[in-house]
């Protein structure tokens, strides 16, 4: 791997640093491979010492005598691969309350949440900061990372994103969507995307997956992700999924959840004025990296993919994705939402901020009409006030599209 991929800078640092400063212990937590490990030893303030637990004696030390294991790596400790030795949790908890006023003493990692995060929320609560971090965004691979802010939807915001943007053709925005973000893929532009994720399934079902007693058939659940990776995109349908993968409805709810919970894919609800008056209850199945998503799919190139039927669908996942990351690599989470009602009319992202509903409509055109948002004038306002909408296309640059919509180039995202 390229080298440069240890010090390509991450917009979450800041994050990082701001929790250490308030937290005893920092999480990060994230999918394997995103840059986690990387991310806190580029961090790490003079004295703090690094331990991985990746290394199966240390996770058995840990595990045999918490205790004892904490005492012969004194704090500052940065712990990678916590979920490994999870009885080490209570311990740091010990050790963080007998300091009370120290902060930063433990920074860890995992990829593993549906392990880590109840013995997280029982030991450490109140104790810890958490972040969960992804694949690289636009901007942090196009260098931009210390720019980067999360989405604004007002007018000059836009402009100062698109002029520090890397503004590209369609084909070359296929091309980021089918590489996608993963540290090692962006790095090492020599290395072949079918020879890396290849790698990478087989060490998440070995390791993440296989660990867990609920998926007992792993080739059943890798039909499963590949059938969630056909239908990135789209509404989420339990049964569909169920029905590739040859599983039950229920067992297929408890593999997307697992998929969810260790930062494969991402749900996102439908948007609702309250929770008893939902248009639609079913929410969106969006994978977190769409070179990943499109390796599983079988997309073998950029072109074959932009011409292919999963091409719309993949647009809209990789918008979601720079948009999430836009507000997440802040601490924040974004409340973002879609909406589609009975009639059929629909909007493919909806942000809300300060009162008013910000509608944006993703479409795989250089030529936006203002009637590509035309499900806006479906979406019931409650107390909101619905502001211009933004069609994100593949246009060169900001068009306006009158009545104070606009539409915006995705690949200044």
């Known amino acids: 791997m390229n080298n440069n991929s240890y010090i390509q800078p991450r917009t979450i640092s800041d994050e990082v640093q701001d929790l250490s400063r308030s937290f005893s212990c920092v999480l990060v937590t994230g999918a394997r491979q995103v840059g986690k490990s990387t991310l806190l ?30 005492e012969l790596y004194a704090p500052p400790l940065c712990i990678d691969e916590v979920q490994y030795a999870p009885e080490l949790l209570r311990a740091i908890k010990l050790k963080v309350d007998a300091e009370p006023r120290r902060k ?20 450490l609560a ?3 900061g958490i972040l969960d971090m992804s694949t690289f965004s636009q901007s942090e691979i196009g260098g931009l990372a210390m720019y980067e802010k999360p989405f604004c939807c007002e007018l000059k915001a836009l402009q100062e994103r698109a002029q520090r ?26 290395l072949k995307v079918e020879k890396y994720f ?22 059943a659940f890798l039909a499963l992700m590949k059938s969630a990776a056909a239908r990135t995109g789209q509404q989420l349908v339990y049964s569909d999924i169920a029905r590739d993968a040859d599983v039950s409805v229920n067992t297929a709810k408890r593999w997307i959840s697992i998929l969810e919970t260790s930062g494969i894919i991402a749900l996102l609800e439908p948007y609702y004025v309250n929770t008893t008056k939902r248009l ?24 074959v993919l932009m011409e292919g039927a999963l091409s719309g669908n993949i647009l809209e996942t990789w918008v979601y994705g720079q948009l999430y990351r836009s507000f997440n690599n802040h601490g924040i989470m974004p409340r973002l939402s879609y909406f589609r009602n009975s009639n059929g009319a629909e909007v493919d992202f909806i942000i809300e901020q ?41 246009a060169l640059e900001m068009l306006p599209l009158g009545k104070g919509n606009y539409a915006y180039p995705i690949s200044a995202l």
């Open 41 to 70: 030893r580029s961090l790490m303030p003079e004295g703090m010492k690094y331990i991985t637990l990746d290394d199966y004696r240390l996770a058995k030390q840990a595990k045999e005598d918490p205790i004892g294991f904490l």
């Open 104 to 123: 930063g003493m433990y920074w860890l990692t995992g990829s593993q949440r549906f392990h880590l995060m109840q013995g997280i929320s029982e030991s």
């Open 126 to 128: 109140g104790r810890i």
């Open 165 to 190: 943007a890397h503004i590209c053709s369609i084909n070359e925005l296929y091309e980021r969507i089918w590489r996608g973000g993963y540290p090692a893929l962006v790095c090492d532009p020599a």
């Open 198 to 219: 290849s790698a990478y399934l087989q060490t998440y079902l070995e390791r993440d997956v296989q660990s867990l007693q609920q998926v007992g058939d792993r080739g």
């Open 280 to 303: 639609v209850k079913s929410p969106k199945l969006y994978f977190m990296d769409t070179g990943f998503c499109a390796w599983l799919g079988g997309w073998s190139t950029p072109k």
């Open 354 to 394: 300060d009162g008013c509903i910000y509608p944006l409509e993703v479409k795989r055109s250089s030529s936006p009409i203002l009637s590509d948002l035309k499900g806006v004038q479906s979406i019931p306002p409650g107390k909101s006030t619905i502001m211009p909408g933004i069609v994100l296309c593949t």
